[in-house]
C-alpha cells in the first residue's frame, strides 16, 4: 500500500497537505529547508541519505538515485538481478516515512542506525535463503534465513539474552555476547526464583548492567536481542520521548548504563535465532557463571562446539 500511495503521489506529505489547504507550511519536518514531497521523502532527504550512506559503511551496496522515477528502474532491475537488494532500499524508505510519521505526532525519531537495522533485518526475514553477496563480513560465512542468528554491524557487539523457567519455579536467567563475526566475547547466567516468564526476560535485559564489561565499551554499539516480543516492545517504546512514565516496569534510571555506548539498539528475534541465550539460560539452574574467557576449561564442551563450528544460533 506504501508503495502504491507513492506512485500514485498520494502520500499525505506536507507539500500535498499545504496544496490541499490543510497547513500552511510545506517544510521537510526533519529541518531540511526543502519542501517535503513524494520526491524528498523517497531520496532528498538528508535523513533518509545518512541510512543509506551506513548502509554503505556496512558494505551494502546501494545504488545512488537522482529521481523517484530513477528509484523505480533501479527496483525493477533488482527485482531479477538481486531481489535482497531491492527489498532493503524499499525498508529503508518505508521505515523512514513511519519514523518521521511518528516525529510529527509527537514522538520521537528513530536513529539512523535503528533505522538501518531494522531494514536489514526486514529484508533478511522476507527471505527463506537469502544469500547476501554485498554485507557485512559475517554474513558472508553463511546463508542467511529466518532462522540464522544475525551479526551486528562491523565493530558492534551484540548481547542475546533468555530466561528459562521450570515446573518449581526455578529461574535460570542468561546470555551471550559475540562480535560481527559471530565470535563468543562473553556469557553469563545466573539463578532466581520466579513464575512469570515475561517478568523474567525483563530482568534478563536489567541484569546486563551487571555484566558488560569496560572493554565492551569500545564497540561502536551494542545490540540487544531477545524472543519475547512484548518485553522488547516495552524498552524500544521506553527509549522513545515521553514514554517512560507510560512503561509500568521501568523507570527512568533502569537503562542508564547503556548510555554509556554510543549506540544501542533492541532488537526481537525469533526463538530459533536464539539458543545459545537459551543454552546459557537452561546452564544457569545449576550453577551460576561469567565466562569472558571461551579457551579456559570451565566452558562446556557444546556452546564451543557451536561457536567453533560456525553455526549461528
Known sequence: MFWWRISKNAIPTFAMLSYRRLINHEGCPRGCSDTENTDHIVI???FIKKVFKLLKEWNFGT????????????????????????NLICSVIFY???????????GCDDSCYVIAYRAVIQSISSFKNGLICENWDANQ??????????????DWIKVNVDASIFLN?????????RDCKGRGLAAFGFHTI??????????????????????????????????NLNVI????????????????????????FLH???????????????????????????????????????????ILELLKGGIFL
Request: proline content about 5%; hydrophobic content about 40%.
Open 44 to 46: 532528498r532527504c538528508f
Open 63 to 86: 545504488p545512488e538515485f537522482d529521481s523517484v522515477e530513477d528509484c523505480y528502474q533501479v527496483l525493477s532491475r533488482l527485482a531479477n538481478s538481486n531481489p535482497y537488494l531491492g
Open 96 to 106: 523512514c516515512w513511519n519514523s518521521r510519521n511518528q516525529l510529527v505526532h509527537g
Open 141 to 154: 560465512l553463511f546463508k542467511l534465513s529466518k532462522s540464522s542468528w544475525l551479526p551486528p554491524p562491523p
Open 169 to 177: 519455579n526455578s529461574t535460570g536467567i542468561g546470555g551471550i555476547f
Open 194 to 227: 520466579h513464575w512469570d516468564i515475561a517478568q523474567m526476560e525483563l530482568l534478563a535485559i536489567l541484569s546486563l548492567r551487571d555484566h558488560i564489561k569496560d572493554w565492551m565499551l569500545e564497540a561502536k554499539g551494542i545490540v540487544i536481542e531477545g524472543d
Open 233 to 256: 516492545n516495552i524498552f524500544q517504546n521506553a527509549l522513545k520521548k515521553n514514554k517512560w512514565n507510560h512503561e509500568e516496569f521501568l523507570n527512568l534510571k533502569d537503562l542508564d
Open 260 to 302: 554509556n555506548f554510543q549506540h544501542f539498539i533492541f532488537s526481537f528475534v525469533n526463538r530459533d535465532c536464539n539458543k545459545l541465550a537459551n543454552f546459557c539460560a537452561n546452564y544457569a539452574h545449576f550453577s551460576s557463571f561469567f565466562w569472558d574467557d571461551f579457551s579456559s576449561g570451565g566452558v562446556p564442551p557444546s
